[in-house]
């Protein structure tokens, strides 16, 4: 080849010249990386290559050198640190170091604790002792601070903005010791409690689903993972899961729903669904919506489940957004 030539390379000889201008330990390397299919095009590149010029190996390189050097930033991703990783480190090493990675964004232990809901970490913390209480909480944010301190016992956070208050800093191994215990203990139950979440995102999804798809989508995960399956159904919330709602959420809820969709939703809902929305009524609109249900006569499955579908995406927001609550949700009981 002439180095004019150079610029007629396709990219799989530019590669076959790369990997045979190596010595066998590093070219064995870059292909043991590659797919079966890649090493074979590059194969027959390289049988077919013939002799090559150094002027033209020089400039494969060169150009390599100056392809990397303009790529700019590397990306980087979990994926790709686990890959690379489990090739160094197994087992439990492996486990523990992902585990840490895994948790809430941010480039420390202390990032990653401000990430973490206010509740979720009160209730580790009211099992603290103040000291560590008093270092944890300030070196998060501050307004994450408070909402915690707002959820810890009146007496404990007396004792904790004292402290916080009276020492200037905190020794280097007091900070050490708590991160560590951060790291051995909080965030590795986190982490375990974010693994939980997956269910919870799943049956929030499957909420949206069709009833049809909803069953299909069912049978085909019971016969991957039955365990799996029954803790997604027991985290759905469907429409017979109205009954929970309290007496004064099916009242704001009645008055935001469509008038003509209820009498379509209960006519497929139980007599004691029934029952919470009918106690909710006036005598005189007990009696039209009665009269109304019983004049639809048969209705088919789809137009119920549409209305139910309906009032239901209404519901969910309301508990989202806490105008309404289910009973006895949240550790709360309702007298009603």
């Given amino acids: 080849m002439k180095k004019k030539e150079f610029r007629n390379l396709t990219g799989i000889e530019k590669a076959a010249i790369f990997i045979l201008s190596l010595d066998d330990d590093r070219a064995m390397k870059i292909l043991s990386m590659l797919r079966e299919d890649e090493i074979q095009v590059i194969s027959q590149a390289m049988a077919s290559m013939g002799p090559v010029s150094s002027d033209i190996v020089q400039e494969v390189f060169v150009d390599f050198s100056n392809r990397i050097a303009s790529a700019g930033a590397v990306v980087g991703s979990v994926d790709k640190t686990e890959k690379f990783l489990s090739k160094v480190l197994s087992g439990e090493k492996l486990e523990v170091l992902m585990r840490d990675i895994h948790g809430p964004v941010g480039k420390n232990i202390w990032d990653k604790i401000s990430h973490i809901n206010e509740e979720v970490l009160a209730n580790y913390l009211k099992n603290e002792n103040s000291q560590a209480i008093s270092v944890i909480l300030s070196k998060i944010k501050p307004e994450n601070a408070?909402?915690?301190?707002?959820?810890?016992?009146?007496?404990?956070?007396?004792?904790?903005?004292?402290?916080?208050?009276?020492?200037?800093?905190?020794?280097?191994?007091?900070?050490?010791?708590?991160?560590?215990?951060?790291?051995?203990?909080?965030?590795?139950?986190?982490?375990?409690?974010?693994?939980?979440?997956?269910?919870?995102?799943?049956?929030?999804?499957?909420?949206?689903?069709e009833k049809e798809y909803e069953e299909k989508m069912f049978t085909a995960l019971e016969n991957i993972?039955?365990?799996?399956?029954?803790?997604?159904?027991?985290?759905?919330?469907?429409?017979?899961?109205?009954?929970?709602?309290?007496?004064?959420?099916?009242?704001?809820?009645?008055?935001?729903?469509?008038?003509?969709?209820?009498?379509?939703?209960?006519?497929?809902?139980?007599?004691?669904?029934?029952?919470?929305?009918?106690?909710?009524?006036?005598?005189?609109?007990?009696?039209?919506?009665?009269?109304?249900?019983?004049?639809?006569?048969?209705?088919?499955?789809?137009?119920?489940?549409?209305?139910?579908?309906?009032?239901?995406?209404?519901?969910?927001?309301?508990?989202?957004?806490?105008?309404?609550?289910?009973?006895?949700?949240?550790?709360?009981?309702?007298?009603?």
């Fill in 146 to 209: 408070a909402k915690v301190l707002k959820l810890l016992p009146e007496d404990l956070v007396k004792d904790v903005i004292t402290r916080m208050l009276s020492i200037d800093s905190f020794p280097k191994e007091i900070l050490e010791d708590v991160e560590q215990t951060l790291r051995s203990e909080f965030m590795t139950n986190y982490a375990d409690m974010s693994a939980n979440n997956n269910y919870s995102v799943m049956a929030k999804i499957f909420n949206y689903f």
């Fill in 225 to 336: 993972d039955s365990e799996a399956t029954a803790k997604v159904k027991k985290l759905m919330f469907r429409f017979d899961d109205i009954e929970k709602i309290t007496r004064q959420g099916i009242e704001i809820l009645s008055k935001r729903i469509d008038r003509d969709a209820l009498p379509m939703a209960l006519k497929g809902a139980s007599d004691s669904l029934k029952q919470k929305f009918f106690d909710c009524m006036s005598q005189r609109a007990l009696k039209l919506m009665k009269e109304e249900m019983d004049n639809m006569g048969p209705v088919r499955v789809k137009d119920v489940e549409e209305a139910q579908n309906g009032i239901l995406e209404i519901a969910k927001q309301l508990i989202d957004s806490g105008e309404i609550f289910m009973a006895g949700a949240g550790g709360d009981t309702f007298i009603e």
